[in-house]
């Protein structure tokens, strides 16, 4: 497989990764202490902005709050799936200002606490004891790293080190991918470099996005479990790309879900076996609708790759 287009991205835009290269570093001595007992998984949350000028005014972003990598991450931290786990220690790789972990409903409170049309609920007593679960879950050295990223660039260049890093953990890594990144994107070269002028109409040409799946199963973190997501609004051909994700990139599993569903319903796609030929067995995850108030979907998503992570890691 040929991997020079992502090459290409990759160099096409300077991103400072030193700082990452440190605290990840710093993050893995820590988590080292702990790591027979604390597997390690890198969370992708958010959605990557694409900037249309150097110096950058204007950009390109999608729907994605992050309520899915949050959510998610709570779960990881709190997981006891694997044999000994005390939950996962958790890279969160996510878009600057999105929601996080124990904090997403408060986050969500607050932005409408000062709406116009008359202030929204925005308890201050949930709000410290959100605060305090997020601390309790993650004080333990080694135990929560958070990687902001904004634009695309960024998003890729920071997976890739990290991937890089946790190479060495074989599969006792995960990768849960459920960031929505940018298809598209402008490469530096041909980018602006002060804002464009708001003068008369604009047309943008648009380079597709390298798919960096490929890239990260088989280069970047050869033996790590990775589980991705796909998002589609068309449910004729979300299962369809959902299993070309597998056979084409070699991922462990995908979580399939539509734009509208996709907190009550998401299909999950795993590879039985080795090869990208494998068979593909699918089940389908819901929210029961008699679940007590505050269950979310993310609780079975995350129960079920653990399970994944658990038998891909004896083998
Ligand atoms: O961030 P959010 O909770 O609003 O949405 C989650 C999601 C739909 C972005 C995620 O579940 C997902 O499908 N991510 C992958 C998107 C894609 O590139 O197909």
């Not at 949050?70 to 000994?84: C, D, I, N, P, T």
């Not at 409903?105 to 007593?125: I, K, R």
Request: aromatic fraction near 8%.
């Amino acid at each position: 497989m040929s991997f020079s287009g992502a090459e290409s991205f990759r160099k096409s835009s300077p991103v400072d990764t030193e700082w990452i290269e440190r605290e990840l570093s710093a993050f893995l001595e820590r988590a080292r202490s702990q790591e027979e007992s604390r597997p390690i998984v890198c969370v992708t949350s958010g959605g990557t902005t694409v900037p249309l000028e150097r110096n950058c005014v204007r950009f390109i972003d999608n729907f994605s709050k992050g309520t899915r990598g949050a959510l998610s991450a709570e779960q990881f931290l709190k997981a006891r799936g694997m044999v000994h786990c005390a939950g996962y220690s958790v890279i969160f790789l996510s878009r600057t200002g999105s929601l996080l972990p124990f904090l997403s409903e408060c986050q969500e409170d607050m932005a409408t606490a000062f709406s116009v049309s008359g202030p929204g609920e925005l308890q201050v007593s949930a709000l410290a004891e959100a605060l305090r679960t997020f601390h309790s879950c993650t004080e333990d050295p080694g135990t929560f790293l958070h990687v902001p990223f904004t634009t695309v660039f960024e998003y890729v260049q920071y997976l890739e080190v990290i991937a890089r890093r946790l190479a060495s953990h074989g599969r006792l890594a995960l990768f849960y991918l459920a960031a929505a990144v940018s298809d598209y994107y402008i490469p530096w070269a041909e980018m602006v470099e002060h804002k464009i002028s708001g003068a008369g109409p604009l047309v943008l040409e648009l380079q597709k996005v390298p798919k960096l799946l490929g890239e990260l199963t088989s280069v970047w973190a050869p033996h790590a479990t990775v589980v991705s997501f796909k998002l589609e609004t068309d449910e004729e051909v979300l299962l369809t790309k959902a299993k070309a994700a597998i056979q084409k990139y070699g991922v462990d599993a995908v979580l399939a879900n539509e734009l509208h569903s996709r907190k009550e319903r998401v299909t999950l796609l795993v590879r039985a076996g080795e090869g990208r030929a494998a068979p593909i067995h699918c089940s389908v995850l819901r929210l029961d609708p008699s679940a007590p108030p505050g269950s979310v979907i993310e609780e079975q998503l995350v129960g079920a790759v653990v399970d994944l992570h658990r038998q891909r890691s004896r083998r």
